[in-house]
T-cell receptor, first 113, second 111 residues
Framework: DGGITQSPKYLFRKEGQNVTLSCEQN?????MYWYRQDPGQGLRLIYY???????QKGDIAEGYSVSREKKESFPLTVTSAQKNPTAFYLCASSIGAGKRMAFFGQGTRLTVV | GQQVMQIPQYQHVQEGEDFTTYCNSS?????IQWYKQRPGGHPVFLIQ?????EVKKQKRLTFQFGEAKKNSSLHITATQTTDVGTYFC???????????FGQGTELSVKP
């Protein structure tokens, strides 16, 4: 089945540790996105990539880093510089950047203790 | 930067009542998309509007895109308990690439 997969579903990390969230898609989509969701704040764009080996900062990129070495993969690293990393992280992909519907992964709920 | 504002944040209705959520952008949009997120789930695409003044219907759901392509609305007629969830609008700016989501409207339906 085609789709977009995020792993793990739940992730716990100690404060001060970097952590990488996985996002893989087999839909042959060019564009991929990372969003952060907090209660009452909707989805906020962290980073997006319109093509392999290229990505742009979203509205809340500070404390995060990404890479897009392969079309299928867009991992997100939450660094120790992120002040409040506990959140629900959603990865999405689309055929053309924003031009068509975005497919979302199941999300990763990150808790930093 | 570009902002997409959505109101209301919460809406509680009795089953059978109508529901409307509104979306406003600070800039002109290339398109507007609507998503639904069930409690505990992830956003699922509902529809995309591209043309100025466009109106689309999906059964009890009616979607509108404003003439200036800066606002949009989603109207649900005669809500059902299966409509429960958070409805998000998302706009693509004219520069392309950035798909910006509104804050969402959380709908609860009392049977």
């Amino acid at each position: 089945d085609g789709g977009i997969t995020q792993s793990p579903k739940y992730l716990f990390r100690k404060e001060g540790q970097n952590v990488t969230l996985s996002c893989e898609q087999n839909l042959n989509h060019d564009a991929m996105y990372w969003y952060r969701q907090d209660p009452g704040q909707g989805l906020r764009l962290i980073y997006y990539s319109q093509i392999v080996n290229d990505f742009q900062k979203g509205d809340i990129a500070e404390g995060y880093s990404v890479s897009r070495e392969k079309k299928e993969s867009f991992p997100l690293t939450v660094t120790s510089a992120q002040k409040n990393p506990t959140a629900f992280y959603l990865c999405a992909s689309s055929i053309g950047a924003g031009k068509r519907m975005a497919f979302f992964g199941q999300g990763t709920r990150l808790t930093v203790v | 930067g570009q902002q997409v504002m959505q109101i209301p944040q919460y809406q509680h209705v009795q089953e059978g009542e109508d529901f409307t959520t509104y979306c406003n952008s600070s800039t002109t949009l290339s398109n507007i998309q609507w998503y639904k997120q069930r409690p505990g789930g992830h956003p699922v695409f509902l529809i995309q509007l591209v043309k100025s003044g466009e109106v689309k219907k999906q059964k009890r759901l009616t979607f509108q895109f404003g003439e200036a392509k800066k606002n949009s609305s989603l109207h649900i007629t005669a809500t059902q308990t299966t409509d429960v969830g958070t409805y998000f609008c998302a706009g693509l700016n004219n520069q392309g690439g950035k798909l910006i989501f509104g804050q969402g409207t959380e709908l609860s339906v009392k049977p």
